[in-house]
């Protein structure tokens, strides 16, 4: 099949990864081609061979009445230079462009939109294109916004290629040399200030009268100047390390003993698998989609307004020398089982032919 990818632009991020991923299972049987409105993300796609065409008018900051009918004619052109048979779009903004392109087309297409996120769901039922939510959460969303059950199907962004996942007797043995002393603690965000650095800092402030530990967070933000403040206003400096966005996580990942997450909302944590991959036991936060990635045996889910007491009792649950090898090697297993990309191509594929 020729299929075409398409969102408004790949900046570096959870959806960028995604459509990276997804445009490298998909190739395996298919011609895959991307357009986006650019992004720090392109040069990914162009290094893994994957076909890039720049749509300048999808950039969410070039939206115009104008420039809605330039990139629905752009796009118009690609469906039928590469006589598309697919198109997967990934945001709303893209499907509305892609559909109507679709409709002008010489032959028929068919449309999926991949909903990542929420804020969109009260629109998605005006457009008749099939939906693909990242998690059971998300569907559920989108069914109370009255998208029709039957239109949604729920893939998982099962984004970890085979040589991403740790060896179990190399886990084995990073455990067993692991230094117990000291706790080397990750997270991986934007600092978005709805991603949960602060209120990891505030616990960490409590926790460090307690545990000797070292904490890593990868990203950058808007947030991040605040929260670099903040970790020097409660003497951490020693403890905390910013290190920036980073297009390979799994180095630092490898770093670390525990992955710690707790967003005011997220709709599936491709982060989180990421970190599991890896062997990382999880302390993350009972919303949106992660019950549905993080299950008690990989690791602990705490709630938005849980005590520094509770915080500390989980955290130390998973830390005991008597639980971490079972959580970090549940985690291994869990990613293998549901979050591979072998698993995203055939869910992928069975979409697509249905």
Not at 230 to 241: D, I, T, Y
Not at 273 to 280: D, K, N, S, T, Y
Not at 321 to 345: I, M, W
């Amino acid at each position: 099949m020729n299929v075409l990818l398409c969102r408004s632009d790949v900046k570096l991020a959870g959806p960028a990864k995604l459509m990276l991923e997804s445009a490298n299972v998909l190739k395996q049987s298919n011609n895959v081609y991307v357009a986006t409105g650019g992004g720090e993300f392109v040069e990914q796609f162009v290094s893994n061979s994957i076909e890039h065409n720049l749509v300048n008018e999808l950039k969410i900051e070039n939206r115009s009445f104008l420039n809605t009918f330039k990139a629905i004619y752009k796009l118009y052109k690609l469906l039928n230079f590469y006589n598309i048979e697919i198109i997967h779009t990934f945001n709303a903004h893209a499907a509305v462009i892609a559909y109507l392109a679709s409709v002008f087309s010489k032959h028929k297409i068919k449309v999926f939109n991949t909903v990542l996120g929420n804020g969109k769901e009260r629109f998605l039922k005006f457009l008749p294109v099939r939906y693909i939510a990242v998690s059971n959460s998300v569907k559920k969303k989108m069914v109370l916004n009255n998208v029709k059950d039957e239109k949604i199907s729920v893939i998982y962004n099962s984004i970890i290629p085979s040589d991403k996942l740790i060896e179990i007797s190399n886990l084995i043995e990073k455990n067993n040399n692991r230094n117990v002393k000291k706790v080397k603690f990750i997270s991986i965000a934007m600092f978005t200030g709805k991603k949960g650095q602060e209120r990891i800092i505030e616990y960490l402030g409590k926790l460090k009268d307690i545990l000797d530990f070292e904490m890593v967070f990868v990203g950058d933000g808007i947030t991040k100047d605040n929260c670099i403040k903040r970790v020097s206003e409660l003497g951490l400096s020693g403890n905390v390390k910013f290190v920036g966005k980073q297009v390979d996580v799994f180095k630092w990942i490898d770093q670390s003993d525990l992955f710690i997450h707790l967003p005011d909302m997220e709709t599936f944590g491709m982060v989180l698998i990421e970190a599991m991959a890896r062997g990382l036991p999880v302390l993350s936060i009972n919303v949106g989609g992660i019950p549905e990635v993080v299950s008690k045996e990989t690791g602990k889910l705490i709630e938005l307004d849980s005590s520094f007491d509770y915080f500390n009792h989980e955290l130390s649950n998973i830390l005991s020398s008597e639980n971490y090898q079972s959580f970090s090697v549940n985690a291994l297993e869990r990613v293998k089982c549901l979050f591979t990309k072998d698993k995203l191509y055939s869910d992928y594929m069975t979409q697509y032919k249905n």
